[in-house]
Each structure stands twice: as structure tokens, then as C-alpha cells.
């Protein structure tokens, strides 16, 4: 026992060597008279100033027994950057402005990641900097794809940490929060038809948007993510990682998206993904005809099919909203540029499930032609186009036009 804790014990018994005398020789206290107020008895009396007594020696005892310091936070906020505070505060406007979230989505990130960014310091940085500043700093590079120099110089720390921040959310994304993005079961998948029944006018059995996005990444070459999307907007098969000179065919080959339909791991016989003309006539791939007759079915299914294929475009046109999608040559290597692209469709999904469209865009056609221009493969006028999927698309063109 530390000296000072037994000198405090010691003046503690010492100072009640009185009190145990008080049996053997009582106090006389007078009678209360019926015209004054109420008072304790004598043995009441006493035994309240003995109980006054025990409890003042014992807060003595307290007051000088040396109090073990707490164990420290991980870390303090008066160490972190003062710019780094400002930017976390509760304004709806600034967070639109430096994250593309509502504030109340941040804060909830900031909760549920706190324990996973919160867990080591970078190499050689001597701040100790807190979960919603890692947070901050990594969500302000996607936001906005500013250079990591004038990260930190915005923050006020080193641009090795402001890289080290950014680096660390796409590794706590990507590897603990990938079933953000989740192709629906089989129980899940009508809900999803009848959402694209409602949207495309009436055409059945359709569960998905298919489009493949390219990003700019180093020097003239591009990243390729092929995305899936439902009627809401959300995604629910993403891949990224491919060549950007490939076809959007090729990625579709190369990707576990066609693996798992063909083998029938996905859809039923009568399911189907739409695509555009980038891509060839499947059984479970619906696309425009070419050239249809004005006035024909064909004509009448390429116009709910367009609708249909919306969903799509539009998410990628949202991920381009993402401005560290358009400087991904920021990167140290390839590897983290498809992390930021992964990072940034599973943020797409969060948002809407937190009901923030700050990044959702709205139709723009010409986003539509980039992706056809793009993904064009000249090598699908020889491709042999199934039977199967060819009465798949006529039947179904034929309930347009009764629809």
C-alpha cells in the first residue's frame, strides 16, 4: 500500500478513538417541552453527529488519498487541428459543401465507423487525430478530389496523413461494408420486378439496369465498373477494376455477374437484366432493336425499355458527381484508385439508404450517348443471337404495345 494511503488509515483510527468511548460515557440532553419544535432525541442526536463524523473522516480519507489519473482518450481534442474541428460542426450547408451528405448522414458515419478509423496512428505522425477527423479528412478527398497537398494544407497536417486518412476508410469500406451492395435473392427479386413494371410501363420480370462507367486514372488509361441498379437507384451488383479500353461486353465476360447467370445462380428463365446497344441479345439480357419501324411493337418496347434502362445512367452519372473519381491519377497506384471507385459506389448505397440524395443526378441523355460511344464493340454484328433470347424480347415487345 502506497505510504501516503496508510498515513490516511492511520489519522482515520486515531480520529475515532472518541467516538467509541461515547457508550461509556453519554451525553445528558434535556427534555424537549411540548411548545418547541421537533427535535431529535438523545440517542437520535447522537447517532446523527456519529454518523456526520464517520462521513466527514471518510471524505478526509478520500481527499487525501492520492487519486489514480485516469486512463487518457486515445486522443485529446485540443491536439487535433483546428481546421479539422471546423469542419465536422453540425452545418447542413458545410457538409453538402465538403462531403455531398446531409450533416445527420455524416454524424451517423461517424458513429458507426468511429471503432474500425479510430484504431492506429500513421507512420511516423505524431497527431493523434480522432475517428470523425479521419472521416472528415478521407470524405472531403472523394468529395471533392482536391490534391492531397491542399488537404493538408485545409487541415492542417501532413499530406502523407491526409493520404493515410483516405486510404484507411477505402480499406474499412471495401472490405467490412461490401454487403452494402448485394444483388437481391430469389425472394428479393420480385419487389424489384415490380418496381421496374411501374417504371417501364408495364414490361415484366425485369430485375436490374446494367451500364458499364470509365474513369480516368493514370496518364491515357481508364478504369471500367460495371454497375447493376435497380428502379430506386441503388446498387446492387458493382465491379470495378477493369482495362478501359476493353468492350462492355469484354468486362461483362470477364466479370462474376455473367458467370452466375449463366449458370442460373441469379435469375429464373424468364428474368432478365436491359442493357443498351453495347452489348449483345442474351436470354437474361434485353436490349433495343435496331431501326424499329415508327409506329411498330419494336418501336414501343425500345421506348419502355429506355425508361427501364434510366436507373443505370443515372447512377453513374451520380458516381461522376464523386470528385475524386475525375483525379484518381492522385493515387499512389491502380489499386487505390479502383478502392476510391469501390468506396464511392458503396457511399452511393449508404446515402440512399440514409434517404440523402445530395448526390443523386438528374437525366442527362448526353451521359447516356458517352457510355454507348464508349462501350461501342463492332464485333457484335457477327454475334449469334439465341433464339431463345430473340422470342424473349418479342414477347415482350408485344405487351408494350398492349400496354
Known amino acids: 500500500m502506497d505510504p501516503k494511503e496508510v498515513a490516511a488509515l492511520v489519522s482515520f483510527l486515531v480520529s475515532q478513538i472518541p467516538l467509541l468511548l461515547l457508550p461509556l460515557f453519554p451525553f445528558a440532553h434535556p427534555r424537549p417541552s411540548s411548545s418547541t419544535p421537533f427535535s431529535p432525541s438523545a440517542p437520535q442526536s447522537s447517532l446523527l453527529s456519529l454518523s456526520l463524523h464517520l462521513l466527514s473522516s471518510v471524505s478526509l480519507i478520500a481527499a487525501a488519498s492520492p487519486c489514480r489519473p485516469r486512463k487518457r482518450k486515445r486522443y485529446q481534442q485540443d491536439s487535433e487541428p483546428h481546421a479539422a474541428i471546423a469542419l465536422r460542426r453540425r452545418d447542413p450547408d458545410h457538409s453538402l459543401l465538403c462531403f455531398r451528405m446531409k450533416s445527420t448522414t455524416f454524424e451517423w458515419l461517424c458513429g458507426l465507423l468511429d471503432p474500425l478509423l479510430d484504431c492506429r496512428d500513421p507512420a511516423g505522425s505524431s497527431l493523434r487525430l480522432s475517428g470523425p477527423t479521419r472521416l472528415a479528412i478521407a470524405l472531403s478527398r472523394l468529395a471533392s478530389g482536391a490534391p492531397y497537398p491542399e488537404l493538408a494544407a485545409r487541415f492542417g497536417v501532413p499530406a502523407s496523413t491526409a493520404r493515410f486518412c483516405t486510404k484507411h476508410l477505402c480499406r474499412v469500406l ?158 499512389e497506384n491502380a489499386k487505390m484508385a479502383v478502392a476510391c471507385v469501390g468506396t464511392c459506389a458503396i457511399l452511393h448505397n449508404v446515402l440512399l439508404m440514409r434517404d440523402d440524395f445530395s448526390t443523386l443526378s438528374d437525366i442527362d441523355n448526353k451521359c447516356h450517348a458517352d457510355l454507348e460511344r464508349a462501350g461501342k464493340d463492332s464485333g457484335l454484328e457477327d454475334f449469334a443471337i439465341e433464339s431463345r433470347a430473340s422470342t424473349l424480347r418479342s414477347t415482350l415487345a408485344l405487351s408494350a404495345r398492349a400496354a
Open 174 to 331: 471495401c472490405t467490412n461494408f461490401r454487403f452494402w451492395i448485394t444483388f437481391p435473392s430469389a425472394s428479393e427479386l420480385d419487389p424489384v420486378s415490380a418496381g421496374f413494371q411501374a417504371t417501364g410501363g408495364g414490361l415484366p420480370d425485369c430485375c436490374g439496369a446494367l451500364a458499364c462507367a470509365r474513369f480516368e486514372a493514370f496518364g491515357d488509361s481508364a478504369i471500367a465498373a460495371q454497375i447493376v441498379a435497380d428502379s430506386s437507384f441503388r446498387i446492387t451488383h458493382f465491379a470495378a477494376g477493369f482495362r478501359g479500353d476493353q468492350t462492355n461486353f469484354m468486362v461483362l465476360k470477364s466479370s462474376s455477374l455473367y458467370k452466375d447467370v449463366q449458370e442460373g445462380k441469379l435469375l429464373r428463365a424468364t428474368q432478365y437484366l436491359v442493357a443498351d446497344g453495347c452489348y449483345p441479345l442474351l436470354p437474361w439480357l434485353m436490349i433495343p432493336f435496331s431501326d424499329p419501324a415508327h409506329g411498330s411493337c419494336d418501336e414501343n418496347f425500345n421506348a419502355r425499355h429506355r425508361s427501364m434502362l434510366q436507373p443505370a445512367i443515372r447512377v453513374v452519372q451520380s458516381m461522376k458527381n464523386w470528385g475524386v473519381l475525375s483525379s484518381l491519377s492522385e493515387e
